[in-house]
């Protein structure tokens, strides 16, 4: 009877926390959905469809929505197609070859927090690195962080300088597990490096490119940290993603019924990218034999 | 290793450093005055650490978040190699399914359990409490699948002897897989440690008390409340970005190739 039950007792602390705090909530977020609360009134009116309604037809939620798309569709071929040529290089293994690699990959252990401070000041107006720099070129100050147009791209900067270590050594993992001999043979046929990368290292790396993408793509779409401390989502909406309008609406405004609506929203839309992506990439993907 | 070429030796840390750039300058920058900063003078002093630690509290958010961190790592750890082996080791009804269940968490996005979780602890009253900060996080499936990974690569026979000898299922958890799973375990830990002392979005909603700030709010509020009059006061936010870096920092230096390693066998597994 107890050997019968041991692996249960092994696998019970883990279920239970992963119940309590990540499958449970996913239908509590459903249920509040349909609610309007304020966390301080004492109940909690069952509303229909009035959270998601209100929510489709606010100007934020598709402000938010077009803004972190537009922050995945340019965040993400960026990290990767420069990661992937950078590791191309790097995949040597010489002493200044590690070190670099080092360097690189030391961003995406660091507080992220730190690094939004510190690119706060890199690209402040008036004391920043970025305009000093400009100025040794005689050119004007450049208000990063307060220009619509720019603020985005700031972001997209900061966070491809975090992230690109990262992408770097699953890549050159993922380099390195090529078979040398279709180099080697190439080498004869007298292949080009360019065409080399294109026809060898890129399709055969692509179980790798597909693993990036799909964690890199959920991650975009959940940016929070260097929104929240660099840019509040502003100026005028420019930078307003879509966890930090949840967050707004959760825990500044304390509506928790369309904090949970765009929850549920987000949640949906990134599941069903996943199975999107497994659907139409999944198939193309190539494998060593 | 081939010879080096001493100037690709050269290109690749002058790359480095100017990749680096913006941090190494804002830890020099954590050592001048604030009046010197701005005058673009040159001056040496600890006064904004002092400041950090003293006045601004950052003894207490670094000893949180050590405490809120080493916790969450040792808890993390001990739970996901307990499931891990059980996992690995035994086929058990419903045992595929909680399998996927585990799994399944890397899919699922973290913002959707934000105002749950909020509302379960608000209930319980462990708002504004280390185990408000702690237990939320301490469930981990990627460490759990990776382990599982790991622990099928280690021969059964070496669990069947034990057992001949008499051994219990803990015992040979404890004294045959444990120990040969050490690099996985170890980096393991180390991820889940790096990821909670980064952990910036719970703690900001769970913890409105300043006493129990961890290192990561602490800055981003010392950040937003702007000591300077007027001008910020860079130094001192840069000294207190300093002390958040540092430990992960050193910690990184020591045992960098241990957490490489890690990443990619996940990744490339």
Redesign the interface.
């Known amino acids: 009877m107890l050997r019968?039950l041991?692996?249960?007792l092994?696998?019970a602390?883990?279920?239970v926390?992963?119940a309590?705090?990540?499958?449970?909530?996913?239908f509590?977020?459903l249920n509040?959905s349909f609610r309007e609360w304020n966390?301080l009134s004492p109940d909690m009116p069952f509303v229909g469809f009035r959270n998601y309604e209100q929510l489709l037809a606010s100007r934020d939620l598709w402000n938010s929505l077009w803004v972190t798309t537009l922050f995945a569709v340019l965040s993400v071929p960026l990290r990767l197609g420069l990661a992937l040529v950078i590791a191309a290089y790097l995949v040597?293994?010489?002493?200044?070859?590690r070190?670099?690699r080092?360097?690189?990959?030391?961003?995406s252990?660091?507080?992220?927090?730190?690094?939004?401070?510190?690119?706060?000041?890199?690209f402040?107006t008036d004391?920043g690195?970025v305009n000093a720099i400009l100025g040794t070129f005689g050119l004007g100050k450049v208000q990063w962080l307060q220009n619509p147009h720019l603020a985005l791209w700031v972001l997209i900067f900061v966070n491809t300088?975090k992230q690109i270590g990262?992408d770097i050594?699953?890549y050159?993992?993922?380099l390195q597990?090529i078979p040398r001999e279709l180099y080697d043979a190439a080498a004869v046929d007298g292949g080009k490096r360019l065409h080399v990368f294109r026809r060898i290292t890129m399709p055969l790396v692509m179980p790798?490119t597909y693993?990036l993408l799909v964690i890199s793509v959920?991650e975009a779409?959940?940016v929070?940290?260097i929104v929240?401390?660099m840019t509040h989502g502003g100026p005028a909406g420019a930078t307003d993603m879509l966890?930090n309008l949840?967050?707004e609406i959760?825990?500044v405004l304390f509506d928790?019924g369309r904090?949970?609506a765009l929850?549920?929203l987000?949640?949906i839309l990134?599941?069903g990218l996943?199975i999107l992506k497994s659907r139409i990439i999944g198939r193309k993907v190539h494998y060593e034999a | 290793m081939k010879p080096e070429n001493p100037i690709l030796a050269g290109l690749a840390l002058v790359a480095g450093l100017l990749f680096l750039s913006p941090v190494l300058y804002s830890i020099w920058m954590s050592f001048q005055t604030v009046d010197a900063y701005y005058a673009g003078e040159l001056g040496f002093t600890l006064d904004n650490y002092a400041r950090a630690v003293g006045q601004y509290n950052f003894a207490r958010y670094l000893l949180n978040s050590l405490i809120v961190s080493g916790l969450v790592t040792l808890l993390g750890i001990t739970f996901a190699t307990m499931a891990a082996y059980a996992f690995a080791r035994y086929s058990f009804r419903g045992g595929n399914f909680l399998f996927a269940a585990t799994v399944a968490t890397l899919m699922i996005p973290s913002h959707i359990s934000l105002i749950p979780n909020y509302l379960t602890l608000a209930k319980v009253g462990l708002l504004d409490s280390y185990a408000g900060l702690i237990l939320p996080a301490i469930s981990n499936g990627f460490a759990a699948f990776f382990l599982r990974q790991y622990i099928r690569g280690i021969p059964k026979a070496l669990d069947e002897a034990a057992y001949m000898d008499g051994a219990t299922s803990l015992q040979v958890l404890w004294r045959i897989i444990v120990p040969l799973s050490r690099p996985a375990i170890a980096s393991m830990a180390l991820y889940i440690f790096i990821t909670e002392w980064n952990n910036y979005i719970w703690p900001l909603v769970a913890v409105g008390k300043q006493d129990l700030y961890t290192l990561q709010i602490g800055l981003a509020r010392l950040y937003r409340i702007n000591p300077g009059e007027g001008l910020i006061d860079w130094p001192l936010v840069m000294a207190a970005s300093t002390i958040t870096i540092l430990p992960v920092l050193l910690g990184f230096l020591l045992v960098e190739r241990h957490l490489v390693r890690g990443i990619t066998m996940g990744a490339v597994k």
């Open positions: 019968k041991t692996p249960y092994f696998v602390p883990l279920m926390f992963i309590l705090f990540t499958y449970i909530p996913i509590a977020s509040l966390f040597r293994e010489t002493v200044h070859v070190l670099l080092g360097a690189l990959f030391l961003p252990v660091t507080s992220t927090v730190s690094i939004a401070v510190v690119f706060s000041w890199v402040s004391y690195m300088w990262y050594v699953i050159i993992a993922g597990a790798t693993f959920i779409f959940q929070f940290t929240n401390v966890v949840l967050y959760g825990f928790i904090g949970s929850a549920v987000l949640f990134l599941v996943a």
